[in-house]
């Protein structure tokens, strides 16, 4: 069965700075990868994803991620950070050619520092 | 578009109870998926639908909890008997036809439940 682990609970970055939030992924076939953000008392919403082609997949709000097939990770990035991308942020995968299930980590909380 | 639209947005009720939650998905999105979001095991995906009918209910964590979708605009989840390990905030997101190419979920807003 595929598996996602976000291994940091919570991230702090001074605004500014380039923030990285990790996840690493286990699925038995292709994975298709996501990164969601929740913000207080919401629902989550989409940043971006990974098919196929590009090792570096763009979003939402400047956030871009790395696709690496052999360290089976899928790390979320951004340059210079703003206060406002204080949220908690998911990863997710879906195993490609199995089923249309999307299993989420249990997320990593981004606390930008002004 | 309204988005997905989760019912009620707070609930709180007593051990024993029964608890409908409901959801009603964006319009022409043909998946909908039920997960539940706790600070414990963050979220987990309990039950999913393609056309009203559900694929995969595995999630559940047990009889306790049954979900259903008469038709492609309303949803249901049910707890019957309700139990303080139950409270959490329960997620709907809905998708359309293309989510087989791209998998992007589209999240109501939650629905808090706290058993007491």
């Known amino acids: 069965a595929q598996s996602v682990a976000q291994p940091e609970d919570q991230v702090n970055v001074a605004e500014g700075n380039p923030l990285t939030v990790k996840c690493t992924y286990s699925?038995?076939?292709?994975?298709?990868l996501f990164w969601y953000v929740q913000y207080p008392n919401r629902g989550l919403q989409f940043l971006l994803k990974?098919?196929?082609?590009?090792?570096l997949v763009k979003g939402s709000y400047g956030f871009e991620a790395e696709f690496n097939k052999s360290q089976t990770s899928f790390h979320l990035k951004k340059p210079s950070a703003l206060v406002s991308d204080s949220a908690l942020y998911f990863c997710?995968?879906?195993?490609?050619?199995?089923?249309?299930?999307?299993?989420f980590g249990k997320g990593t909380r981004l606390h930008i520092l002004p | 578009d309204a988005g997905v639209i989760q019912s009620p947005r707070h609930e709180v009720t007593e051990m024993g109870q029964e608890v409908t939650l409901r959801c009603k998905p964006i319009?022409?999105?043909?998946?909908l998926f039920w997960y539940r979001q706790t600070m414990m095991r963050g979220l987990e995906l309990l039950i999913y639908?393609?056309?009203?009918?559900?694929?995969?209910d595995s999630g559940m964590p047990e009889d306790r909890f049954s979900a259903k979708m008469p038709n492609a605009s309303f949803s249901t989840l049910k707890i019957q008997p309700s139990e303080p390990r139950d409270s959490a905030v329960y997620f709907c997101?809905?998708?359309?036809?293309?989510?087989?190419?791209?998998?992007?979920?589209?999240f109501g807003e939650g629905s808090r439940l706290t058993v007491l």
């Open positions: 997101a809905s998708s359309p036809t293309s989510f087989a190419n791209t998998g992007e979920l589209f």
């Open positions: 699925v038995s076939g292709n994975p298709y």
């Open positions: 990974y098919i196929t082609g590009d090792n």
């Open positions: 997710a995968v879906r195993e490609t050619n199995r089923d249309d299930k999307i299993i």
């Open positions: 319009s022409g999105h043909d998946y």
């Open positions: 639908f393609n056309n009203n009918v559900p694929i995969d």
